[in-house]
Nanobody, 123 residues
Framework: QVQLVESGGGLVQAGGSLRLSCAASGRAASSYAVGWFRQVPGKEREFVAAITWSAGSTYYLDSVKGRFTISRDTAKKTVYLQMNSLKPEDTGVYSC????????????????WGQGTQVTVSS
């Protein structure tokens, strides 16, 4: 069984911050890495960030570098996405997913997704 539960979304003004959490259990907790993606209606899922469980190596979408930080707590099997200096274009449904692939940026590398959490950034 693969289970992920996201939390932490909400409505924030531009320039504000949010921290998303992704709690993994079952097979999701033994994956190679976890990725965060976001999606807005009518568009494809967009890679935001990924982190490997063992080494903690991190990968980011260029437009969020310096503003977002992905981290993990291996004891709690939870991955966090700290989002600072938020912009209206960061609005979307943010979902996390486990992967056994090193091709972190492709949605096709992920099979199971959490339910997602809405992030809305007002201007």
């Amino acid at each position: 069984q693969v289970q992920l539960v996201e939390s932490g979304g909400g409505l924030v003004q531009a320039g504000g911050s949010l921290r998303l959490s992704c709690a993994a259990s079952g097979r999701a907790a033994s994956s190679y890495a976890v990725g965060w993606f976001r999606q807005v209606p009518g568009k494809e899922r967009e890679f935001v960030a990924a982190i490997t469980w063992s080494a903690g190596s991190t990968y980011y979408l260029d437009s969020v570098k310096g503003r977002f930080t992905i981290s993990r707590d291996t004891a709690k099997k939870t991955v966090y996405l700290q989002m600072n200096s938020l912009k209206p274009e960061d609005t979307g449904v943010y979902s996390c997913a486990p992967t056994y692939s090193s091709d972190y940026r492709r949605p096709q590398s992920y099979k199971y997704w959490g339910q997602g959490t809405q992030v809305t950034v007002s201007s």
